[in-house]
C-alpha cells in the first residue's frame, strides 16, 4: 500500500500548492476591487478613528461570485490587525436566524455559549458586556443576510440597527455591521429605520469582465501553478467563459478542475481541452447547490423560459411571453400560479442566483419590454435538469 502512495507522490503535478484555490481563500490582495475596499474603510473610517460611541452600518450587493464575501473578509483581517477590534463574518445561510447569528458572534468570546435559553435582547445584552470587558469593537459580517429575512423576519436587522439608541442603557456602542446581499434592490425589503441606518452606505458589486477575470485568475496561477504550466490561450478560455456570468468563483473552479484534469491525463501544462473538459463538468447549471436555492416557483418559471427558448429558436423571450406560459406550466403540475408581482419577483431573483439574464430591449422609455435570455446553456439540457429538480421538490411536499 505504501508503494502507491509512494508512486502518487512522486507523480508530477502542474499545481505548486493547491490551497489557494479553496474557495474560503482570501489572497493578500484584492485586484480589481481595491477601490471598492478602500471606500469601505472610508465608511467605517469614524469607527476605526473614534471608536467611542461611533458604530456605522454598510451593505454590500452583486451578483454571485463578484467578490462580496471576500471583500468583507479582507477588510476584517485589516482591522483585526489594528488594536482593540474584532471581525465576525457570520453565513447566515448556515445560522439563519438571529439567535443562531447572534450564537456564532457570541461564541467568538465565549466557545460555550448556549444554543438555549437566552432571549434576542439578552444576547446582544451579553454581547455588550463582553466587548465592554474587553474593550473591544466589533464588526458583524452578516453574509447572504436575505436568507435570514426569508426565514425568520427582519426582526434582527431592527435589533442590530437600534443598537444606537438608548435601549441598552448603559452600554456604549461598540458594534458594527456590514450587510452582505446578492439582490441590489435588498435595501427596499428593510424597514425604515434600517434603511435609514444603512443611509448611502451600499457598494454595490459589478459583474467581472474578461480583463478584470484575467488578472484575478494570473494572481491565483501565481500562488498555486508551477511556472509556465498554465497556458495563455487556457487563461483567455477561462475568463471568456466565466465572463459571462462575470462570476470569479466560476473562473477560479475553472482553472482549478482544468489542472486536476491536466494532473489526471499526466500532462505537464493545462491547455484550453482541459478547460473545456472541466466546464462541461462544473457548469453552474448543474450545480446541486443551485437548485437548493429555489423553490418550486422559480423552477415553474425557469422550466416556461427554456422551454419557450427551446421551441423558438429566439435568443431571447419576453416576460409577457415567459408568464403566460408560466401559467399553463403551474396547471399542468397543478400548481397555483403567483400574481404577477410575486412572477417578475421570481424573475428578479433568477437574474440574481445568475442564471437567467434580463435586459431592456430599444431606445426610450415607453413600449420598453424586459428580454430574458439563458447564459450559455442548451435550453433542452437545462430542462431535463429542472425537470429532475421539480419531481424531488414535489415528491416531497
Ligand atoms: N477581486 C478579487 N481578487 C481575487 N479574488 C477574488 C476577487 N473577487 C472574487 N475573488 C474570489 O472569487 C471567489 C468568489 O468570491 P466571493 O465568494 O467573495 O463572491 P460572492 O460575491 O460573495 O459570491 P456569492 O454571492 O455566491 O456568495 C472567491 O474564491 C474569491 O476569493
Not at 502518487?8 to 477601490?35: G, I, W
Not at 494570473?218 to 475568463?239: D, G, Y
Not at 409577457?320 to 396547471?331: L, M, Q
Not at 424586459?370 to 437545462?382: E, F, G, V, W
Amino acid at each position: 500500500m505504501n508503494d502507491i502512495i509512494k508512486d502518487e507522490l512522486s507523480r508530477p503535478t502542474v499545481f505548486k500548492k493547491e490551497k489557494p484555490l479553496y474557495f474560503d481563500y482570501v489572497p493578500e490582495n484584492l485586484p480589481e476591487r481595491e477601490e471598492e475596499l478602500r471606500y469601505l474603510v472610508r465608511l467605517f473610517r469614524d469607527v476605526i478613528e473614534e471608536r467611542v460611541g461611533s458604530s456605522q452600518s454598510a451593505l454590500i450587493t452583486g451578483k454571485v461570485g463578484t467578490g462580496k464575501t471576500v471583500m468583507a473578509k479582507k477588510f476584517g483581517e485589516m482591522l483585526e490587525k489594528r488594536r482593540g477590534f474584532n471581525y465576525v463574518h457570520v453565513n447566515c445561510r448556515k445560522h439563519n436566524t438571529g439567535s443562531l447569528a447572534l450564537i456564532k458572534v457570541l461564541r467568538n468570546y465565549d466557545k460555550r455559549f448556549p444554543e438555549r435559553g437566552y432571549s434576542v435582547e439578552e444576547m446582544l445584552r451579553a454581547l455588550f458586556n463582553m466587548l465592554e470587558i474587553r474593550d473591544k469593537y466589533l464588526v458583524i459580517a452578516m453574509d447572504e443576510i436575505d436568507f435570514l429575512i426569508k426565514k425568520s423576519g427582519p426582526d434582527i436587522l431592527y435589533n442590530l440597527s437600534r443598537m444606537s439608541d438608548d435601549s441598552l442603557g448603559d452600554y456604549e456602542n461598540r458594534i458594527s455591521v456590514i450587510y452582505i446581499a446578492r439582490d441590489p434592490n435588498f435595501r427596499e425589503e428593510l424597514d425604515q429605520s434600517t434603511q435609514s441606518t444603512l443611509r448611502g452606505n451600499i457598494i454595490n458589486l459589478n459583474e467581472y469582465n474578461q480583463k478584470e477575470l484575467t488578472t484575478i485568475l494570473n494572481q491565483r496561477i501565481k500562488l498555486a501553478f508551477n511556472p509556465n504550466t498554465v497556458t495563455t490561450e487556457t487563461i483567455e478560455l477561462i475568463s471568456d467563459i466565466a465572463s459571462e456570468w462575470g462570476n470569479a468563483r466560476f473562473a477560479i473552479e475553472l482553472l482549478w478542475k482544468a489542472g486536476k484534469k491536466a494532473d489526471s491525463e499526466g500532462d505537464e501544462t493545462v491547455v484550453p481541452e482541459h478547460v473545456r473538459w472541466a466546464k462541461a463538468e462544473i457548469h453552474p447549471y448543474m450545480r446541486k447547490e443551485l437548485f437548493n436555492d429555489m423553490n418550486k416557483n422559480h423552477l415553474m418559471v425557469l422550466l416556461s423560459i427554456a422551454q419557450l427558448l427551446q421551441n423558438s429558436n429566439k435568443a431571447y423571450v419576453t416576460t409577457g411571453e415567459v408568464e403566460e406560459n408560466y401559467k399553463i406550466i403551474c396547471e399542468g403540475h397543478n400548481i397555483k400560479p403567483r400574481r404577477y408581482t410575486q412572477f417578475w419577483h421570481y424573475i428578479q431573483e433568477l437574474n440574481n442566483m445568475g442564471v437567467i439574464d434580463t435586459s431592456l430591449s430599444g431606445k426610450g422609455k415607453r413600449g420598453r419590454t424586459t428580454q430574458i435570455s439563458l447564459p450559455d446553456i442548451p435550453a433542452n439540457m437545462l430542462k431535463q435538469e429542472i425537470e429532475k429538480h421539480i419531481n424531488t421538490i414535489l415528491k416531497h411536499e
